[in-house]
């Protein structure tokens, strides 16, 4: 059950890149002003260069002001995915604990 999880926590980090790969390309081609003032996030260069700054313009819901139906779709999936993997890497964290009282050896 916890190999199980912890697949699905990373399947989903996995799904969680591509979207944000997806949605800077996006920005980048068809939201260039919106691109610069994120500081020219870079898809493989995301956590190193103000990885914070997608997240918080998600977050603030500041995508939608671009009136761009795709890009709509994008975030909130991103939105879904990175809670989906928030909420089972903290399942996978209980299931350890559990699995640690359970089996103290």
């Not at 020219?40 to 260069?45: K, T």
């Not at 709509?72 to 909420?87: D, H, N, Q, S, Y």
């Amino acid at each position: 059950m916890i190999a199980v999880v912890w697949c699905a926590t990373i399947a989903s980090i996995l799904f969680s890149g591509v979207l944000y790969a997806l949605i800077v390309t996006r920005l980048h081609r068809y939201h260039p002003v919106t691109w610069k003032n994120l500081g020219e996030p870079h898809v493989l260069l995301a956590a190193s260069r103000q990885p914070t700054t997608i997240g918080a313009f998600l977050r603030n819901g500041k995508y939608r002001e671009l009136g761009d139906r795709k890009l709509i779709r994008l975030a909130g999936g991103a939105k879904v995915a990175m809670l989906l993997t928030f909420l089972l890497f903290c399942l996978g964290v209980v299931l350890i604990l559990i699995a640690m009282v359970q089996n103290p050896t």
